[in-house]
């Protein structure tokens, strides 16, 4: 073994073995600036494979550490700037470290020296079998001209042998590299047979194949020459069936619609089934139903994505305020396509109260990336088949809803809205959330099978969005597939602007009302925002809007008014008398009575609790239509309140003969949830000790026995809730604090937050002591 240093190329896709004279086109800069050093000095040059034919510039983890050491036989400058170079192999070498990597790659490298082999009674024995097998390989493999046989059978040396005859087979870049690293000529001759070995049989095998396709072409020539024959005597005779026209018009579509393989056989079949059943067969009309789906249906019909990121935000923020969190996720999304065009769709969840935007935000997408828009509402939606379709075997079988949205699509990446996935059931004929978790798996959902069509349809190009008021009626499984994006209430300022930005505009459009005709003032919109509607989103604002728009049409064609003007002082003019007051939560300090702030599918709330001591034998009454979880928070804060009875200064045995009673009102409203504790022991604590409670303060958070105060979800809704209902000091479980970054910066200057860990906190903060 020797050290030298040599230049080296990595070689894509090839691989030189000592004895074999071969020429290959050099590209790389480094590749040719080697060549240029080899031909300066001794014309030697060590070649190597790479690992990975894609790296374009290889490092030296990136080949493989067993070349060729070579000698350059020729050298031929081609056109472009590329060189096709003649070597011969010398000697096989392992490449120690890169000594240089630029202008050209140099390594150091130990030559193996061919050595002169003493071929005994099994070295002979492997040498026949192996000569024998290339024979057998020769034979199978037409390539190959028949006198290389001569010149292998010509060859004692065991080495040279080996590769010699590894030069002419056609194998894995793998094994090739296995056998150039094979060192011992023994070691070399047996993978070699082993290798011969499995590749005859792979060419026996190819040769079998071969000759069944061939026969089944023959088959098929025949077949096709007795249908032109069966065609030009139908056409003699009439075509009585009428038949034969509608094969060929359907054969059409079947190739127009360029379906996957499987498809596109599946629908062949039934075509050929139809032709030999004729136009008499009941069994025709079913047959031309399944095949009118599968050559409708959007196979590789693709709408092309808007490429400017800056333009779909602009449609975004036009059609749509708020609501920046999917904003950005489209977004995101649009960004990652274009730079990984294989990009699965994502499975987007929308949750948050009525009229916050959820549905309507999503044909905004459709529009902003210039996709088609299909909406399915799954609200009452209980049998499986409204998703996956009947099987063929019913009668009047259709496909489900999935395939029937992507056939009114007519493309395969459309914005496909599910409305309403919380609001699904099921009954004996299946549950349609199970079908659904297919669907919005984009692990799976490339190969959806619908049972009608019972072909794989691809539907992982599709951008899924789903919306839902509250995400507890969601089964684990379906929720755990889908992205969940929480939109919150909004809050009076950006319904300020929604109503005038949006609302406004469009109901004076909806009821004729011009331009400039109607005008309604900001200190109005507010009023209708605070004094008539309460809600989170805006639904029964634009509904509030509407009626304005039409008490002013039959105005304008009454009195015939050219202008109408609405302000606050006629506004009840044209909505009548208001259904809330302004700060109607700030009465009077009370005892006993504490506003607890709740969460709901339809927003945040307030939750007044109220406690009344009576004489009695120490029971605890709960009414209000309350859950399971409310009613152990109650009887929590009752035992933490009577271990703490002598601290807030209530009679020890006030549970010997004393009873509570725990009110929450609005008792035909279920109420449950872990967010009540605070709210629960602070009543009790002021009915008890007679201290009256702060009545601008709100609170939420759930308790331990030991007093410690949990922390809860819903913050921003709740706050919103707090805000509308007039209360200005808030407080929240000290683990909340962080979640404060999502309410808008004018609530957070008008309300103040208390942070609280301890329920003796919550006290000293809400009791007038």
Known sequence: ????????????????????????????????????????????????????????????????????????????????????????????????????????????????????????????????QVIDEFEEYISLNPTIPEDVLATVIDIDDPSKLSDVITSYLIIKQENRQELLEA?????????????LAREIEILKIERKISAKVKKKIDRMQKEYYL????????????????????????????EKAKMPKEAKEKALYELSRMERLGAQSPETGVIRTYLDWVVNLPWSKETKDEDDIKKVREVLEKEHFGLEDVKERILEYLAVTKLNKSMKGPILCLVGPPGVGKTSIAKSIANSLGRKFVRMSLGGVRDEAEIRGHRRTYIGAMPGRIINGMKQAGSKNPVFLLDEIDKMSSDFKG?????????????????????????????????????????DTIPRPLLDRMEVIELSGYTDEEKLHICKDYLIPRQMKENGIKEGILSISDKAIKDVINLYTRESGVRNLERKIGTICRKAAIELLEKGDKRIKITQQNLSKYLGIPRYKYEEMNKKDQIGVVMGLAWTAYGGDTLPVEVI?????????????????????ARAGYSFVRAHAKEFNIDEEFYKNTDIHIHVPEGAVPKDGPSAGVTMITAMVSALSKIPVRSDVAMTGEITLTGRVLPIGGVKEKTLAAYRAGIRTVILPMDNKKDIEKIPENIKRKIEFKFVERVEEVLDIALRR
């Open 431 to 471: 549950d349609p959330a199970d079908a659904l978790l297919e669907v919005l798996d984009a692990e799976q959902n490339h190969s959806f099978r619908d049972h009608y069509l019972e072909l794989p349809f691809d539907l992982s190009k599709v951008l899924f969005i789903t919306t839902a008021n509250t995400l």
């Open 1 to 128: 073994m020797t050290e030298v240093k040599l230049p080296l190329i990595p070689l894509r896709g090839l691989t030189i073995f000592p004895h074999m004279v071969l020429h290959f086109d050099v590209g790389r800069q480094k590749s040719i600036a080697a060549l240029e050093e080899a031909m300066v000095n001794d014309q030697t040059i060590l070649l190597v494979t790479q690992k990975d034919l894609k790296v374009e510039d290889p490092t030296f983890d990136d080949i493989y550490k067993i070349g060729t050491v070579s000698k350059i036989k020729q050298i031929l400058k081609l056109p472009g700037d590329s060189i096709r170079v003649l070597v011969e192999g010398l000697n096989r070498a392992e490449v120690l470290e890169f000594t240089k990597t630029e202008p050209y790659f140099e390594a150091k490298a130990l030559v193996f020296e061919e050595k002169k082999v003493n071929v005994n009674v099994e070295i002979e024995a492997i040498m026949r």
């Open 613 to 633: 001591p009576m004489a009695g034998s120490g029971k605890l009454e709960l009414t209000g239509k309350l859950g399971d979880v409310m009613k152990e928070s």
């Open 183 to 195: 060192i011992e000529p023994k070691e070399r001759l047996t993978k070699l047979l082993e290798i």
């Open 227 to 254: 249908r032109e024959q069966l065609k030009v005597i139908q056409e003699e005779l009439g075509d009585r069936d009428g038949i034969q026209a509608e094969i060929e018009e359907y054969k059409k579509k079947i």
